[in-house]
């Protein structure tokens, strides 16, 4: 973040975009509760398509050590 103040400072920053609005509020909480939505909501897919296409099908998320526990909430989100 250091590096985009000091960009901001010296007018070389034209724009930062983040999903988590981390950049306008600094607030660490909500960045790490959009994180894990956007975790859960991989997982969650991942987890689908898997389900179509068989143990072949290879994620990132899959190797997080609570990839169920995320699939298994994004279940009840996901239509």
Known sequence: MKLLD???EIGV???VMDEGDYWEKRDIKALVAEVGDWNTMIAGWAGRL???FGDGLV???AKYPNFEHLEAKAEKRLP
Do not use: N, R, V
């Open 59 to 61: 994620s990132e998320i």
């Open 6 to 8: 000091a960009g901001a």
């Open 50 to 52: 898997k389900d179509s």
């Open 13 to 15: 920053l034209k724009d």
